[in-house]
C-alpha cells in the first residue's frame, strides 16, 4: 500500500504562485509515474501533471504548460507541483495521484484511470 497526503494549498490572488507538496509513504519502492490533477466544482477531474520514476520525464496539458513544474524526490519520498501566474480558472483541489502497477507506461499519463493511489487532495483557490 502507498499512502500520499498533500499540502500546500490556499488562497492567492491571480499571477500569484503556489507550491503543493505530496508526501509519500509506505511501499515507496512500488511507485512509478506520479500524478497532480485537479477537480473544480461541477466539473470533471482533470490532468495538471505527471513525471516518471526517474524524473526525467514530465508531462503537462496546454492549459499548464509553461506555468506549472512538477518535481519530485525519490530519497525524500516527495513530489511537489510549482504553480506560477496561477488563473481564477486554476481554482479546484489538487490531488496527488500514484501509478504503483505501470498502468500508465500502456495507458499513458493523462488519464486518472491509469493511477491507483490517491490523496485526499488540497484546496487552491485563486480570486481575481
Known amino acids: 500500500q502507498v499512502q500520499l497526503v498533500e499540502s500546500g494549498g490556499g488562497l492567492v490572488q491571480a499571477g500569484g504562485s503556489l507550491r503543493l507538496s505530496c508526501a509519500v509513504s509506505?511501499?515507496?519502492?512500488?511507485?512509478?509515474?506520479m500524478g497532480w490533477f485537479r477537480q473544480a466544482p461541477g466539473k470533471e477531474r482533470e490532468f495538471v501533471a505527471a513525471?516518471?520514476?526517474?524524473?526525467?520525464?514530465?508531462d503537462y496539458p496546454d492549459s499548464v504548460q509553461g506555468r506549472f513544474t512538477i518535481s519530485r524526490d525519490n530519497v525524500k519520498n516527495w513530489v511537489y507541483l510549482q504553480m506560477n501566474s496561477l488563473k481564477p480558472e486554476d481554482t479546484a483541489i489538487y490531488y496527488c495521484?500514484?501509478?504503483?502497477?505501470?498502468?500508465?507506461?500502456?495507458?499513458?499519463?493523462?488519464?486518472?484511470?491509469?493511477?491507483?493511489?490517491w490523496g485526499q487532495g488540497t484546496q487552491v483557490t485563486v480570486s481575481s
Open positions: 495521484a500514484a501509478d504503483t502497477v505501470k498502468e500508465t507506461y500502456f495507458s499513458g499519463s493523462y488519464y486518472d484511470t491509469s493511477y491507483d493511489c
Open positions: 513525471i516518471s520514476w526517474s524524473g526525467g520525464s514530465t
Open positions: 509506505g511501499r515507496t519502492f512500488s511507485v512509478y509515474t
